[in-house]
T-cell receptor, first 112, second 114 residues
């Protein structure tokens, strides 16, 4: 699975959009981008995933560049409860194990 | 709906003592099950995963072991704990078929080895 690079930390004002970048320059054609987040002292929570088209759900939007070498997770209106570590993960489709390899992620601090 | 349980929530054990952490899943059948460990301020490390009863794959060599005696039960064990085993242990499950199935995590067990 391709490696990802994320900033260690970011700040965002409450009510503003939070844009979390992820670089995955070695991504291959059959690999998807997944985002999870982990609020302090809790287990990680799935947010969204995508291949090459932009995706949106009730939690966030995922924008993947045309060359697929980077992506951005967008939280449209960040709240204090969105303060968490956000993990960007790249993995291939399929495989019985469905394993995920977590990096160190980005600590997003939403400021009041 | 599906739920995942882990217990205990916190545990303090002396060095050299045994360990048994339990994880159970409700509301689904034949899930993939996973054990992760997270040291303070670090990312998650996958320890074991299982695609079925009695089927365990180890990702990292260590003094821990895992077992899956029932379809929705996953147990993490150690015969003799080390100080370095102090960590936050997380169990997760996903649907067991090929594809994009997100993992759902339990609340975790915070283990302190003294």
């Amino acid at each position: 699975d391709a490696k990802t690079t994320q900033p260690t930390s970011m700040d965002c004002a409450e009510g503003r959009a939070a844009n979390l970048p992820c670089n995955h320059s070695t991504i291959s054609g059959n690999e998807y981008v997944y985002w999870y987040r982990q609020i302090h002292s809790q287990g990680p929570q799935y947010i969204i995933h995508g291949l090459k088209n932009n995706e949106t759900n009730e939690m966030a939007s995922l924008i993947i560049t045309e060359d697929r070498k980077s992506s951005t997770l967008i939280l449209p209106h960040a709240t204090l409860r969105d303060t968490a570590v956000y993990y960007c993960i790249v993995r291939g489709y399929g495989g019985a194990t469905n394993k995920l390899i977590f990096g160190t992620g980005t600590l997003l601090a939403v400021q009041p | 709906s599906q739920t995942i349980h882990q217990w205990p929530a916190t545990l303090v054990q002396p060095v050299g003592s045994p360990l048994s952490l339990e994880c159970t899943v409700e509301g689904t059948s034949n899930p993939n099950l996973y054990w992760y460990r997270q040291a303070a301020g670090r990312g998650l490390q996958l320890l074991f995963y299982s695609v079925g009863i009695g089927q365990i794959s180890s990702e990292v060599p260590q003094n821990l072991s895992a077992s899956r005696p029932q379809d929705r039960q996953f147990i993490l064990s150690s015969k003799k704990l080390l100080l370095s085993d102090s960590s936050f242990y997380l169990c997760a499950w996903s649907r067991g078929r090929d594809g994009h199935y997100e993992q759902y995590f339990g609340p975790g067990t915070r283990l302190t080895v003294t």
